[in-house]
């Protein structure tokens, strides 16, 4: 999980292998609390991070499959 775009550039269009998968949150708010809270609800909707790049945004989440070795 991160907030930093670089890992989408790294991960998915550079073709750079991340089998564990990316989670790239994009809220809104920067409060601690809230992140903790919309963390958490993207992890809750329970789909298959591994092999995948992923955007999360207010309710909005892409998914996608990273490059395979």
Do not use: C, N
């Not at 670089?6 to 089998?19: I, S």
């Not at 809750?44 to 892409?62: D, I, M, N, S, Y």
Request: hydrophobic share 45%.
């Amino acid at each position: 999980m991160t907030f930093d775009k670089d890992f989408g550039e790294l991960a998915f269009h550079l073709g750079r292998l991340a089998t564990p998968g990316v989670i790239l949150l994009r809220p809104r708010l920067r409060s601690p609390d809230y992140l903790v809270r919309f963390a958490q609800a993207v992890l809750a909707q329970g789909h298959t991070w591994e092999g995948h790049f992923a955007v999360a945004e207010e309710g909005r989440l892409r998914i996608v499959p990273l490059p395979t070795p």
